[in-house]
């Protein structure tokens, strides 16, 4: 089992930053990739951004130039650092981890709420 647990969601003016983490635990030794998505209401859950075991990155277009995914090892810590925020950039934010052999991520966090204000 793998455990994720992601915070600092919150309320943003357009053009601010925040920084989402997500704190992973358990099996980790198991873990490809580690990604960030996002769902807006009424929207279908869209990935972000996705780091590897080998530090290989992928963004959405979307967040491309806007959005920094990064890991700390040491830590089991995996970070979203959002630049230049927009209202289209609200959602619910979610950590989620995919294991060696899967296709799919099948371990998700709660999520966090995002808020960019106009």
């Known amino acids: 089992q793998v455990q994720l647990e992601e915070s600092g969601g919150g309320l943003v003016q357009t053009g601010g930053s925040l920084t989402l983490s997500c704190e992973t635990s358990?099996?980790?030794?198991?873990?490809?990739?580690v990604a960030w998505y996002r769902q807006a209401p009424g929207n279908e859950r869209e990935m972000v951004a996705l780091?590897?075991?080998?530090?290989?990155?992928n963004y959405a277009d979307s967040v491309k130039g806007r959005f920094t995914i990064s890991k700390d090892t040491a830590k089991n810590m995996v970070y979203l650092q959002m630049n230049s925020l927009k209202p289209d950039d609200t959602a619910v934010y979610y950590c989620?981890?995919?294991?060696?052999?899967?296709?799919?991520?099948?371990?998700w966090g709660q999520g966090t709420q995002v808020f960019v204000s106009s």
């Open positions: 989620a981890a995919m294991e060696f052999g899967q296709s799919g991520f099948n371990y």
């Open positions: 358990g099996r980790l030794f198991h873990v490809y990739a």
């Open positions: 780091i590897r075991r080998d530090d290989s990155i």
